[in-house]
Nanobody, 116 residues
Framework: QVQLVESGGGLVQPGGSLRLSCATS????????MSWYRQAPGKERELVAS????????NYADSVKGRFTISRDNAKNTVYLRMNSLKPEDTAVYYC?????????WGQGTQVTVSS
């Protein structure tokens, strides 16, 4: 049974930091590219960051470059998103995604709210 479980979301003040985690099971994690997406109320889901299966390549949305860092630990089957200098516009539900060939898996999401 494939599972992707996000954690680490919450309420943070502008300028603060959070680290999201996505613990996975049920598939060969090291074969999959991993991504973080987010969806704000009334908006479409957007790609935030992605990382290749071996961690050697990362990509970021322009809106988060220099503030967010994606990483993975293939020994722990977990992907992370470190978020610094958070802004109110980063408020969204953050989703973890695993992708490999025709396989595409999603987590249930974790809420991040940036507000004073």
């Amino acid at each position: 049974q494939v599972q992707l479980v996000e954690s680490g979301g919450g309420l943070v003040q502008p300028g603060g930091s959070l680290r999201l985690s996505c613990a996975t099971s049920g598939f060969t994690f090291s074969n999959y590219a991993m991504s973080w997406y987010r969806q704000a109320p009334g908006k479409e889901r957007e790609l935030v960051a992605s990382i290749s299966s071996n961690g050697g390549t990362t990509n970021y949305a322009d809106s988060v470059k220099g503030r967010f860092t994606i990483s993975r630990d293939n020994a722990k089957n977990t992907v992370y998103l470190r978020m610094n200098s958070l802004k109110p516009e980063d408020t969204a539900v953050y989703y973890c995604n695993a992708w490999h060939m025709k396989y595409d898996y999603w987590g249930q999401g974790t809420q991040v709210t940036v507000s004073s």
